[in-house]
DNA sequence: GGCACGCTTCGACGGCCGTCGAAGGATCGA
DNA sequence: TCGATCCTTCGACGGCCGTCGAAGCGTGCC
């Protein structure tokens, strides 16, 4: 019995037959959004093709695209997209067992992870939330329609608890860039730190020692003495 | 979350992103094997065309295929092929709503409709196992797994019973072609009945009108009065 | 303003693949 | 044995598409 009516699903398929293509869907697979740059060095082709590439997957519909400063985030379109891919690797051959790596690799970096040059992963959520509700952080404008908008200014009891770390967020202040707003965390569906605060408070974790970098390109890992000072400093408790 | 490994999915895909290829295999999706001919022209090209493309579905095992006599059915390999087609289907545009005729159509011709010379469909596999259990027809070499192999006899009541409807099954025995067999029906998964006593049995009863051609290429449709000598005769109750 | 960086567009190259007619093989019926 | 039917193989043609370097554009940082 065939359905009322068929669709041309060549189209589709066509998308989905290229080794470049498919590499690049099959890394979004996961909802975290990821930059055409890192697309391309996961596809193992050049920026240019990889634009191509990508420009024809938006006009298919099967990925979106978000501008964040100078970088254009994809994402898979819907569920429906990777239910498709799923169905096709249940018949595909499996290309290539990776062990146990990459799979910790995937879910340290849930846990948390540079993105750009700030944290994020659980760990970038959690602190954000802890700085808010802790009144080390106060928002100017939370507006979460659009993440570049959104502004925050650090409170007299927030200086203090940065500054007992050492940073010194008078000097970020007169920095050039955005002082602090929030990126929206794909992963996480929530937000977390940006800016110059988010970048220097980052970079001041890691330089003491409360996070480590992992193997994995962007992956961060807490260290006991983070666990223990996050909670400490800016109450965060991780899970 | 990625999985620990990842499968090669473009081969797959690229299969897929033919319209040729892509009709065959839509055209597949209800189970019914077809021949590499009716494939050909569903998907409008030339049997030549055809035949590349069933080698290359062969070969990504996505169909298989059954010979009989000059005929090479193809079916899809599985329930996750067929998966993998709907699932690209939701996610691809409807093409064309056909209507109510090709549905009516399908329809018509799993009640009914000619194997090659001879009866099959519902009223084919009903008919046959009326005819075995009232004792017209008689096992010889009953192989399902060699349906080419297999055998039947006509019995004296049966050989009495098709009589009386004018055909001469004495006549039909010294006929060069093979007297009786059965072929699986794939839509019944059930046999029908076969060779020459199928074929002359399926003649005279459309040339007594029992069964009238459909519009449609293979389809047959009961008549009222097919309906009743079938019961009469044969002691067959269709659905 | 100047530089660095990320991404896209353009143009050109190369290769793969769908298409068909003609010919060949297999099977069946007369 | 012969012709008809179904299907495959072969060879040739044509077009589409993935690929990259170079150049252009926008953005962010100093």
Request: proline share 3%; charged share 25%.
């Amino acid at each position: 019995m065939r359905a009322p009516y068929d669709s041309d699903i060549a189209p589709v398929a066509a998308l989905l037959a290229d080794r470049a293509r498919a590499s690049m869907l099959t890394a979004l697979l996961d909802g975290r959004p990821l930059s055409a740059g890192e697309l391309a060095r996961t596809a193992g082709v050049s920026a240019a093709t990889a634009s191509s590439h990508l420009g024809k997957l938006l006009d298919g519909d099967l990925v979106t695209v978000v501008r964040q400063g100078r970088h254009r985030y994809y994402r898979l379109k819907g569920a429906e997209v990777a239910a498709v891919i799923e169905a096709i690797s249940r018949i595909s051959p499996d290309v290539e067992v990776r062990g146990l790596r990459q799979s910790r690799q995937a879910r340290a970096l849930q846990e948390a992870r540079t993105c750009y040059d700030h944290l994020a992963g659980r760990a970038g959520a959690a602190l954000f939330e802890a700085m808010l509700s802790r009144g080390l952080l106060e928002p100017i404008d939370p507006s979460y329609d659009d993440p570049a908008a959104s502004a925050y200014e650090v409170t007299d009891k927030g200086e203090r608890q940065l500054g007992s770390i050492g940073l010194d967020v008078a000097a970020l202040r007169r920095a050039r860039r955005r002082f602090a707003g929030h990126c929206l965390d794909w992963t996480e569906r929530r937000p977390h730190l940006n800016g110059a605060l988010g970048a220097a408070l980052t970079a001041r974790m890691i330089e003491d020692g409360w996070f480590e970098r992992g193997s994995a390109r962007r992956a961060l890992l807490v260290t006991e003495k983070g666990r223990g000072r996050l909670a400490d400093v800016f109450g965060c408790v991780l899970g």
